[in-house]
Structure formats: C-alpha cells, structure tokens
C-alpha cells in the first residue's frame, strides 16, 4: 500500500491502549538484560514501533515490510520516537537439512537481511516473530528445540527484537522455556529486545523480569474499544513488577485499522508520549473509581505527577481529581498534555468535563 498514513499503522507500546499504555507501564527488579557498564540497557523505556499483525495477518511481504518502514518514517511516528519495524508470524515456511530456519521464498525473496539492512538505513529497527512452542499459531514452524539457532540466525540477520510466542506448547512450562531464549540472546552477541508472549500464562510477571523484556499479560486485543479498555484498565497492580528493562505489555495498538473513535486512539501526541517513554519507568495505577469514571496516575522524573481522568462510560460526564487523592500538595501547577495547554495554578481540586470513552490527561507539578 502506498501513501499509508499514521493512521493505517497498527502500533505497539507500546503501549495503549495508547494512553493506558502511557499510564500503564512501569518498575523494579533485575538488572535490565544486556546491561553493561557502557552500554545503554534494552528497552530502557517501553518499545515503541510498528507490528504486521493486527492489520495484515499472514499477508507480509518483504514488499509490505519496507513500505511501512518508509510510511513510519513519511508519517512522523519515527520522529515521535516509534523506532521498531516488526514482522509478526508467516514470514518462515520450513527448516532446511542443518535445521536452519527458511524463509518464505516468494514473499521475501531477498531474504531477511537485506530487509534489515533496508529498516536499518531508515534509521529504524527490525524484528521478527517466532513461538517457543512446535509451531506458531499460523502453524509455521516453532523454535522448540531450536532457540539458540533460531537467535542466532536472527542475531546474523541485524535483529533487533524478537517477539516469542506460546502456541503449540501444551506440555510445555513457560518460565522453563522461555530462559533459554534468553540465555541464547546473551550469548548471540547483538543487543535484542526480548518479548514474551504467552498471554498472561503462568504470571509471566513474577518470572518475567529475568528473562526477557516485555512480557505479554493478556490475551489478544481486538479493534474495538471494549477490548481496548479491558486491557488496558485491568493492568492496575502489575506496576510492582515493572520497570526499566522490563514491561508489562497489554499488546499492540488498533489504531488506525477501523474500529476505533478519535477519543479512543491517538498516536503522535509527543506531550501523552513523554508521560509512555518517561525515564522514571514507573507504572500508572488507579487512585478512584466511581461507576465508569477512573482516575490513574503515574510518577514523572521531574517530581511531577501525570492524571489520567478517564470516562469509560457512554455520555459525556464530570471528573474530579481531588489533589488530596494523589497526594500532591493543596496549591498545583496543572498542564493539559492533549491540548498543550498550562491550566494555572489551581487549590485542591479541578474538575473537567470528560467526552465519552475519552480521558482529560494532566501534569501536576508543584
Ligand atoms: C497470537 C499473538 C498475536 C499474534 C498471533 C500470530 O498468539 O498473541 O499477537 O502474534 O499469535 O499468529
């Protein structure tokens, strides 16, 4: 497709559920993988890119691949800090004699490296898919029993990030399998982001911090606001587990591919983006609830606090963030993070009139 515009992206955290996402990430434990004294580590903050999956399904093509590389470049997305080009499941066909993972021949007839080197040059990054399990969920072949040559082959390729999937692994135990992915990226020598997707399958949240670097927590999203907000709201009290060099991931962003209202799915807002990619890598969590109505809240850097009041309900209502509830002092600074707005200095409490599945998003700084 040519001319593909933010809008016909299917994107990732990243994220979500893009705000959800935004308040939804972050902090703890082991040392991000990949971590040296040098080095910058992994997936410092939440990833952020483009996956075939939710739009294209099994229709990839190297042609496909390097059309949407461009189109993350033409659209702005490279320049709101979406920097993953990634390939989901059918882009391998079979095993050759050595057991070396093949290609499909005729949707990528040059192969995958130099369609890596072509992401590479557009200053992006590359990934691929594979399952730990016999075979993916497409039915092609899995990494089982393979994982150190599969990361290898990758590694030789320029991948920069592996999403690792949990079909046909009945028999399988996830927090067993899952490490030796880990441990063959070690040893392949090249920074990989290491993505877990067993959907939620044995709390990948409490093994997950040592072993990859995102971890998927639920089944699969679909394009619809009902999916979206599931996802995204029941996230609340997986923060502990989160943090720099390792994610909770509610899956991949729909926006763009129909289902969605403007409220609901927005991309390249770089003010809500910053509160996603903010350093401090804190989660956000719910502080009150009230029938449809949510607020989260998620720790900044700078000492500030991002507010999220959220309206899940079908009518326009009124939120009110009590300052008392965020434990931010009684005088605060508030910023509009959609409209790139300063609000003023406000006592107590501020109150917004919040569109149907819409969120104001606000920065209160002392
Ligand atoms: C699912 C996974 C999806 C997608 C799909 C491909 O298991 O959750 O995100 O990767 O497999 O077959």
């Known amino acids: 497709m040519n001319n593909v515009t933010a809008r016909d992206l299917c994107l990732r955290p990243g994220a979500a559920l893009l705000l959800l996402t935004t308040l939804g990430l972050l902090l703890i434990f082991a040392l991000p993988q990949g971590t ?20 294209f399904g099994c229709d990839v093509s190297d042609k496909l691949i390097r059309e949407m590389a461009d189109a993350v470049v033409s659209s702005g997305m490279k320049d709101a800090g979406y920097q993953f080009v990634n390939i989901d499941d059918c882009w391998q066909v079979s095993r050759g004699a050595d057991g070396t993972i093949v290609v499909d021949p005729e949707r990528f007839p040059n192969g995958m490296k130099p369609l890596a080197d072509y ?41 920069d990030y592996v999403k690792i999937d949990w079909c046909y692994a009945e028999e399988l135990e996830p927090d067993v399998q899952y490490p030796k992915f ?7 020598g090249r920074p990989i982001v290491f993505s877990i997707c067993n959907w939620g399958v044995k709390a ?12 998927r927590t639920t089944g699969d999203i679909s ?38 209202k403007h409220e609901e799915s927005i991309l390249t807002n770089p003010e809500v983006i910053a509160v ?48 008392k509830t965020i434990g931010a002092p009684a005088s605060g600074k508030l910023r509009d993070l959609w409209a790139h707005k300063d609000l003023g200095t406000v006592q107590n409490s501020y109150t917004a009139e919040v569109p149907k599945h819409g969120v104001v998003f606000l920065k209160v700084s002392k």
């Open 223 to 260: 394009d619809k606001y009902d999916s979206m907000s599931l996802i995204g709201f029941s996230q609340d009290g997986l923060g502990k587990f989160a943090g720099p060099g390792h994610w909770n991931d509610p899956d991949m962003l729909e926006v763009g591919n129909g289902g969605m």
């Open 276 to 323: 996603d990619q903010d350093a401090k890598g804190v989660q956000g969590h719910r502080v009150w609830d009230e029938g449809p109505l949510e607020i989260w809240v998620k720790p900044l850097a700078d000492g500030s606090q991002a507010a999220g009041l959220f309206n899940r309900g079908e009518s326009a209502l009124k939120i009110t963030l009590d300052f």
């Open 36 to 55: 040296t004294a040098q080095s910058k580590p992994v997936a410092a903050t939440p990833p952020m890119g483009w996956n075939s999956w939710n739009k």
């Open 119 to 159: 992401v590479h040059s557009k200053g992006l990054k590359f990934g691929v898919y594979t399952d730990a399990g016999r075979m993916t969920c497409q039915k092609r072949p899995g990494s089982f029993e393979h994982e150190a040559q599969d990361i290898k082959t990758y590694a030789s390729w320029g991948v």
């Open 182 to 188: 880990r441990d063959a990226i070690a040893q392949a």
């Open 204 to 215: 990948p949240w409490t093994w997950g911090p040592h072993t990859g670097n995102l971890w």
